[in-house]
């Protein structure tokens, strides 16, 4: 797990969203703590403060980029969630179908795909599970009648605590709540936490939020928080799925992206194999035979997908939280089709454990194979069901591509540039970023959805067209200079391609003018 998570791992470039915590890390490197992308807690950025500092100092020795030390944290918390998924579905179905939950999470691709970007859901999933772990245990102890299982209970505020500290979700206290409540009134229930010992977990909560989250005590923090809460902090106008634009704001409910956005994602990125038993596993969920363990599953379920379905803004990477839940079920159907297999055959103890580990194997192989072919690409992956990687970047392409080829596109533009150039994209801070670090600083960058901006461009100027960043304010640039030129030059991440670069020429520029001036 480890070594396909940090292989690599500045491979590709950063995204606007891991620069704007590169500049926060730099910030509080220079003048301490700060309310700078306040809208986001602190601990996800006090850890890629400790691991760039680190960095810096292990460079003597060997080169780590920063894009690789500011991945790392989330990398190494990613692995780690393979354990975590092991020990908390052990306490909910066993150990059969914890050992091949916790191998999917391994090697299937969209979850290392997700634990190789410096954002938080990975570090969210990370104390999500820490917390259920404890809750659960909590549960198994009192009912074995453990006097001391109440302890379990705070490890499991505090891993709470840890989470808010990490992404403000606190909507995912009602999993836990409402698994609760469901054996609370259960005759010979011996799990009761009681209302005096609900408020100690708040506080116990809140002290840990508060020792990982320092910054929230900061005003500029919550005027961060509060323009972001306002939907202030939208750059960009809509979002690019399956080929068409839709608008992207949370409030904008089904009048938004697709309500059929995770679903789709769950058919085209999940490994063909995961998948099959994963449709196999959906009614295993649903017998008693499995135990009361799915009903904590079923509620994980339905108070993500519930939410997350209707609301209007989405992301690939807000899955991080649901993905385990595809894991868990395949795993359910596959050892449901195993144990149904081996007692059809009849064979002995021997032979069965024999042929169940093979076919384990066999199993765990599809989605490493696929792991491996599109490494270290893995959120390009497409399965063959929706047409492998000849159609990769078409259905998710803002999360697929990520901003992977800026540091390759500056490379490309420069020996093309006379000096002040100036060049027109969607991410003007990030190219400048990669031009400061090229060491030549001979270009300008100017938003491509700022019409005036695009207006002002002169002959020899260029416009860049990245793959994920097509919106409705620029949409009209890349249909014209697609039908009527070839670009100067084409950039391509695993051979498909991530950006188009275009030199203006005096037909070029008054075209685009007269885009620009409409």
């Not at 596993?281 to 939410?307: E, H, S, T």
């Not at 600083?441 to 994920?468: E, M, W, Y």
């Not at 014209?480 to 498909?496: C, F, M, Q, R």
Request: net charge neutral.
């Amino acid at each position: 797990g480890i070594a396909l998570r940090v292989n690599d791992l500045g491979a590709e470039s950063l995204s606007e969203d891991e620069l704007n915590k590169l500049q926060t890390v730099q910030e509080y490197r220079t003048n301490g703590l700060s309310g700078k992308n306040g809208e986001h807690p602190f601990l996800m950025k006090g850890l890629q403060t400790v691991s760039i500092s680190s960095a810096e100092k292990l460079n003597s020795v060997i080169a780590i980029s920063e894009e690789a030390a500011l991945r790392f944290p989330i990398a190494l918390f990613g692995t780690f969630t393979i354990l975590l998924i092991f020990l908390l579905v052990s306490e909910l179905f066993g150990r059969s179908i914890a050992v091949v939950s916790a191998a999917l999470w391994t090697v299937e691709p969209m979850a290392i795909g997700f634990d190789r970007i410096a954002k938080e859901d990975s570090l969210v999933l990370f104390f999500f599970l820490l917390t259920c772990l404890f809750f659960v245990k909590s549960q198994t102890k009192a009912e074995h009648g453990n006097t001391h299982w109440i302890r379990y209970v705070w490890a499991a505020a505090a891993s709470y605590g840890a989470l808010m500290a990490s992404k403000y979700y606190p909507f995912f206290l009602s999993i836990i709540g409402g698994y609760y409540n469901l054996f609370l009134t259960l005759p010979g229930n011996k799990w009761n936490i009681g209302n005096l010992r609900w408020i100690k977990f708040f506080v116990v909560l809140g002290v840990t939020f508060l020792l990982l989250n320092p910054t929230i005590v900061l005003p500029d923090t919550w005027s961060e928080m509060l323009k972001f809460s306002s939907e202030g902090r939208i750059g960009h106008d809509s979002y690019e799925f399956m080929g068409s634009l839709y608008q992207q704001k949370l409030t904008y409910w089904l009048a938004g992206v697709p309500w059929t956005f995770y679903y789709v994602f769950i058919a085209v990125k999940t490994s063909f194999a995961t998948l099959l038993f994963f449709l196999i596993g959906l009614p295993v969920m649903f017998r008693r035979k499995l135990g009361d363990g799915r009903f904590f599953i079923l509620l994980w379920a339905f108070l993500w997908f519930m939410p997350f379905t209707v609301l209007g803004g989405k992301f690939t990477r807000y899955f991080t939280f649901a993905e385990p839940l595809i894991l868990i079920v395949a795993a359910a159907g596959f050892c449901f089709a195993l144990n149904w297999l081996t007692e059809k055959l009849f064979l002995n103890s021997i032979m069965a454990i024999v042929s169940q580990t093979i076919l384990l194997a066999a199993f765990i192989a599809f989605p490493l194979l696929d792991s491996l072919s599109a490494t270290p690409h893995f959120r390009l992956f497409t399965n063959q069901l929706s047409g492998g990687m000849a159609a990769a970047g078409t259905y998710f392409p803002h999360d697929e591509f990520y901003d992977a080829s800026t540091r390759e596109i500056i490379a490309a533009i420069e020996p093309l540039a006379a000096p002040q150039s100036i060049v027109a994209c969607e991410t003007p801070t990030l190219f400048e970023h990669y031009e400061t670090k090229s060491g030549k600083k001979n270009l300008s960058f100017v938003s491509l959805s700022d019409k005036d901006q695009v207006a002002a461009l002169k002959i020899g100027d260029f416009i860049v067209l990245t793959r994920g960043r097509r919106y409705f304010s620029n949409t009209a640039y890349e249909e014209y200079l697609n039908a009527h030129s070839d670009p100067s030059a084409e950039i391509t991440v695993a051979g498909i391609t991530s950006a188009l670069i275009y030199k203006l020429d005096e037909t070029l520029l008054a075209a685009i003018q007269t885009i620009a001036n409409q």
